[in-house]
């Protein structure tokens, strides 16, 4: 029984959605968390938790996609996600100094704001952290990061697809955050990224795809889906050399205990 626990069904076209689900089933997914990235995909999102069972979504806005109105938006984001019992955590949300779309200034302030809403709801976030393009540019989002985490005194959350260094991976850990790990832990050159999960303890980690938009090493050209969870898994387990069973039943029990599901 495997657990993805970030993937983005909402963003598949309506046509694919069905099949995509029935995939990630044959593959033993038995559990989703498709996650929204504006207030619109929150609306998308819950029509699937009606019809799957065992699919469930978040509230929260990407950094990527910051609209002017802070309060009127962050309302509607607590709204949602007081009132709808599927919602089981709020993101994504956090920093993307990549896309870099908005001052890193507005960034922040949504993304404590909306940090805020999950510790008054008591539900976890989804933190989605993104470096910048450029050599050396690349650790300012995470030292951003991590400072507001600290500043916030914020535990109750995920780091997902987790793309940093060891020395900040080991701080996350530190301060009781979780990772997860998408399908870019299988690409060639992310040497360094399969050290951190030899360093991350099992049971502080959780798997995810972030379908439709990471793949799997060898199938890079084409967009991810649900069922790659189970490479992911197994990916993991070489790394750690440890059983592929040891690391699908450690994850999925995190996974249920994490976000309630
Ligand atoms: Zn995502």
Known sequence: MLIDTHCHLSHFK????K???ERAKKANVTKLITVACTLDEVGECIPLTDEYDFIWTTAGIHPTQLPVNIEHELEKVLEYAKN??????IGEIGLDYYHDTAEHELQAEFFIGQLNISKQLNKPAII???GGKNPGE?????????QILEREDFKNGVVHCFSGNRVEAERLLDMGLMLSFTGIITYKNNE???EVISDTPLDRMMLETDSPYIAIEGK?????????VADIAKAIADIKNVPIEEVVRITT???ERFFGI
């Open 253 to 255: 029990a995190n996974a």
């Open 128 to 130: 989605h952290c993104r």
């Open 138 to 146: 690349n650790e300012q989002a995470f030292i951003d990061m991590i």
């Open 192 to 194: 360094e990224l399969r």
């Open 19 to 21: 099949a995509v689900v």
């Open 220 to 228: 890079q050209g084409g967009p991810g889906e649900p069922a790659f």
């Open 14 to 17: 309506k046509a694919e959605q």
């Open 84 to 89: 709808e019992e599927k919602i089981v955590a």
